[in-house]
């Protein structure tokens, strides 16, 4: 895949020189509350981690989660991408983003370009995405 790129942002594969990110983004409290603990306690816990979840994924389905960075400076903010979950008969949408970067619009602005991607690249007619919402809902009922 060829770098994907919004008005402010560009999406690209993560690989295992983006272990320093990937270790900072899943140590945060946020991730671990809302994705869950992965167990990642160093640099090379996290180059694990990337291997055996995102470059599998680019390997077995041409997709996974994507590296999210501001086009200007190319700081990384977070992750964004399709996801193939054994339990989900549908690709899922997935992202986190480092709280500093939270409300600014990056989300959505990067969701929509690997949505344009999925549909482009993998015809992909149908997502589905879990979010903090739909789980609060079910819980609730």
């Given amino acids: ?7 402010r942002l560009t999406i690209r594969r993560v690989t295992t020189n983006d272990a320093e990110f990937i270790f900072r983004l899943v140590d945060d409290p946020s991730w671990i509350q809302y994705i869950g603990d992965r167990n990642i306690q160093t640099l090379d816990d996290a180059k694990s981690y990337i291997e055996k979840s995102f470059l599998k994924m680019y390997s077995q389905y041409g997709f996974g989660l994507f590296l999210v960075a501001l086009k200007d400076s190319q700081a990384s903010i977070g992750i964004c991408g399709l996801i193939k979950r054994d339990q989900l008969e549908d690709v899922d949408l997935g992202f986190a983003f480092l709280p500093e970067y939270w409300g600014k619009g990056y989300a959505m ?33």
């Fill in 1 to 7: 895949m060829n770098a994907l790129e919004t008005d």
């Fill in 109 to 141: 602005e990067s969701a929509r370009a690997v949505m344009d991607y999925g549909k482009d690249h993998h015809e992909l007619s149908r997502l589905v995405a879990i979010t903090l919402w739909e789980i609060k809902r079910r819980l609730a009922s």
